[in-house]
């Protein structure tokens, strides 16, 4: 396996016998993944549909990812949640997260419908102008309020820009095979639809349509990215309570015992920083509940030792780090020698800028542990697409066997519907009245 678990930094904060507690709820928590018997267990469909891509609606994704490299200069994927962060984050890791600036034979991919902004959709219309543009539009529910506002605004650019038949090689659809309107509507406009299986949640489907057709669009070669997450399953299966995954669960579950509360990913890469953002909701989403579960946060090293290197030193010791680690580097590039050594630097000349970086985490994680934050590492060698779909595969399974043994569902998310109804009840939306009422009140005597 490529993704390996580095424990060597745990010394002095957990001993094996911090553990042995924990495996029976480790075997408890297997049994509901493996039996599919547990809390929410009919969302259980992202551990096997790797294995279970049904062929003809895999070739339509790469057809349809073709056919928008073919015809257009812009892609927009609209979506918010699990219905965008997984392909931004790959693409981000895997391209670059200068991705749209850089010179390349794919379209630019733009995320929107993820906020509120009007700055941002505006941007967006704007980058659109005198451009091909092809949207794809993610929503599983179809009724989710920020993309289905920014397909409002910009499918309006769309048909401005295109005639009926030319959109139809131009919008693409991903959402439910039934519910909501959005598959209705695809189907009355002869837009292509891509089907979210019922038994996947959003933060656990970005190996399937929803992550694969905007990541394909980018050039990723998703055919190796499923390879990856499939033998990761092939051997995590195989090794039962022993695999890797597991491991890197019973340690953030003895870490959380111990009152370590915050988990904070760290990554010494820039491009990282949404595959971060994709695992805070993972485990945020499925973790925080009943009063329960590690507050997921996320930094950038060592631009962020720079602003929370203070804190994470010596602040309040709850935290944990848990640090991916790339080895290898495919674009080395080394620092130059200068005649005038202004800023004394000479002593890394000719020194790869990976190895200063290597030395930034030596340094680091050597400073952490001794101000009494303990570290996991995660590491693998190389950043390729088998890698990331290992990494993606190893989080999911990690992630359902925590929350099963912290005792809650891992796959719903009861508490993301307290914000949407108070916003559709100051809105004014139908059926909302009396909580409208109720809330007004409260803001007037706060
Ligand atoms: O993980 C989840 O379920 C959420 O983040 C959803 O993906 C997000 O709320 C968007 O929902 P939908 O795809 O229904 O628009």
């Not at 003895?254 to 904070?264: C, H, P, W």
């Not at 990554?267 to 579960?293: C, D, H, I, T, V």
Request: glycine share 8%; with cysteine; charged share 25%.
């Amino acid at each position: 396996m490529k993704v390996t678990v580095n424990e060597k930094y745990l010394k002095g904060f957990i001993k094996e016998s911090d553990l042995t507690p924990l495996h029976s709820l480790l075997e408890t928590a297997h049994d509901k993944i493996m039996s599919m018997n547990g809390e929410g267990s009919d969302f259980l469909g992202w551990r096997d549909s790797i294995i279970k891509q049904d062929i003809e609606k895999y070739n339509r994704i790469k057809a349809a990812a073709d056919k928008i490299k073919r015809n257009s200069d812009v892609l927009i994927v609209i979506g918010i949640g699990g219905s965008y962060l997984g392909a931004r984050a790959i693409i981000e890791l895997l391209k670059s997260p200068l991705y749209n600036s850089m010179k390349k034979n794919t379209p630019d991919i733009y995320f929107a419908g993820n906020s509120l902004s009007s700055d941002e959709l505006n941007d967006i219309l704007k980058i659109c102008e005198g451009r091909d543009v092809a949207v794809n539009v993610i929503s599983k529910s179809g009724t989710t309020t920020e993309p289905a506002v920014a397909f409002r605004i910009i499918r309006k650019m769309m048909e401005a820009k295109y005639s009926k038949a030319e959109l139809i090689d131009r919008i693409f659809i991903t959402t439910d095979k039934a519910r909501g309107t959005l598959k209705k509507f695809a189907d009355n406009e002869g837009y292509e639809t891509f089907i979210v299986p019922d038994d996947i949640g959003g933060r656990f489907s970005v190996l399937i349509a929803v992550g694969l057709l905007p990541i394909a669009v980018s050039g990723i070669d998703i055919d190796k990215l499923i390879a990856g997450a499939a033998s990761a399953r092939e051997q995590y299966f195989k090794d039962g309570l022993k695999n890797t995954a597991y491991r890197y669960a019973l340690l953030r579950t003895a870490l959380y015992r111990k009152n370590k509360k915050i988990e904070l990913l760290c990554s010494y890469r820039p491009s990282f920083r949404y595959m971060a953002e994709w695992w805070k909701q993972l485990f945020g989403e499925s973790e925080g509940k009943q009063g329960n579960g590690i507050f997921p946060a996320s930094v950038v090293f060592t631009t962020d030792l720079h602003s929370m290197g203070q804190y994470i030193q010596d602040g309040e010791r709850t935290i944990f780090e848990t640090v991916v680690m790339q080895k290898n580097s495919v674009n080395p590039i080394s620092i130059p020698f200068d005649a005038e050594n202004i800023d004394g630097l000479n002593f890394v000349s000719d020194m790869p800028l990976d190895n200063v970086n290597n030395f930034a985490f030596l340094g680091t994680i050597m400073a952490h542990t001794d101000g009494g934050v303990p570290n996991i590492v995660i590491e693998y060698d190389n950043c390729d697409e088998e890698t990331v779909g290992e990494l993606i595969y190893f989080f999911f399974l990690s992630c359902a066997a925590s929350a099963y043994m912290l005792g809650v569902n891992p796959f719903d998310q009861p508490g993301v519907e307290a914000y949407k109804k108070n916003m559709f009840a100051l809105m004014g939306k139908s059926g909302y009245e009396k909580l409208g009422e109720e809330l007004k009140n409260k803001i007037t005597e706060l």
